[in-house]
């Protein structure tokens, strides 16, 4: 591939910094707004943003992003929305944590690489509202381009209903890209996110793809961006309708040790954390998925 991608990269960057815009505005609406039920009283919740910045072996600029964090809001204890654009080389140990693009052909001897996304993991005050994970990005080499991402919804305390909604909106989203694909990307979802150690689900699943190329750039893009855009529908009615619910120390103790369970698995097992942390990526920004508290029993 000797086409550079200009156009599309831009495309893609500039849309993963509006759906940031969107989801961030949309989850300070909630602190906003959350008039009755466990801490309405509270001051509301905004978030802190900053600046990430990296910088190649020699001191040149190798991109960045904005790190978007909210701590101890009234509905959201810890909510992480973070979005990047980087680029530059990618080392041995960076080209292996790419998993499924391990080897491609050209690598080893023109190691550049460009990549932009949206990450969020969201860690609810009450128990009853489950935490949640999505990500959409986009990856260029002058090899290979394709995209991943998805969402996963995180309760401790699940309510088949919730569980129901926030599927059926991923499948709605999808659908329309060919009946084929909620299926395969729920089934990869629970794959992906099987702790192998604790024999289970983090989680009650969701959708998830990585290495998604089918030739047909905007149709990817397309579906991406589709992605995204199942979000916000599938996750913010279920935390206005468990945000008003009481909770005691059992639900509490509950939400603590699941929490423990997510912790485990994005630091044995995630890709994007091991990514981050090998391409020298803000590390903050690259494990503000870990919960503010979490406890093993």
């Keep these: 591939m000797t086409d550079s991608f200009e156009t599309e990269k831009s ?5 993963f910094r509006s759906l940031r815009d969107e989801i961030v505005a949309a989850f300070e609406g909630l602190e906003q707004d959350h008039s009755e039920g466990p801490l309405s009283t509270e001051a509301p919740g905004q978030f802190d943003v900053s600046e990430t910045r990296r910088h190649s072996e020699d001191g040149s600029d190798a991109g960045g992003g904005l790190m978007s964090v909210m701590r101890g809001g009234r509905v959201f204890e810890k909510v992480g929305v973070n979005v990047s654009t980087v680029f530059g080389t990618l080392g041995e140990r960076a080209q ?44 260029w080499t002058p090899h290979a381009w394709w995209f991943g991402g998805g969402s996963d919804l995180n309760p401790c305390i ?30 990869w979802a629970d794959e992906y996110f099987f702790i192998p150690h604790r024999k289970r689900a983090r989680g009650v699943g969701g959708i998830f793809m990585d290495d998604h190329c089918t030739g047909d750039w905007e149709a990817d893009f397309t579906l991406t961006q589709d992605i995204g855009r199942a979000f916000l529908p599938a996750f913010v009615p279920l935390v206005r309708k468990r945000r008003v619910q009481d909770w005691d120390e059992a639900d509490k103790e509950a939400q603590l040790v699941h929490r423990g369970l997510y912790a485990e698995y994005n630091l044995v097992y995630d890709r994007g954390t091991k990514f981050g942390l090998e391409t020298g990526h803000d590390a903050n920004a690259v494990l503000m998925s870990l919960p503010p508290l979490a406890k093993w029993i």
């Excluded at 309510?159 to 729920?186: I, M, N, S, V, W």
């Design 11 to 15: 495309r893609a960057a500039a849309w």
């Design 96 to 139: 292996m944590a790419m998993a499924a693009r391990k080897g491609i052909p050209g690598m080893k001897e023109d190691p550049r690489f460009w990549a932009s996304g949206i990450s969020l993991v969201a860690h609810m005050q009450n128990p009853h509202v489950p935490a949640v994970h999505m990500n959409t990005r986009m990856f």
């Design 158 to 187: 699940e309510y088949g209903e919730d569980t129901a909604h926030f599927h059926a909106q991923q499948r709605e989203k999808l659908d329309p890209h060919g009946a084929e694909f909620y299926p395969r990307l729920k089934e």
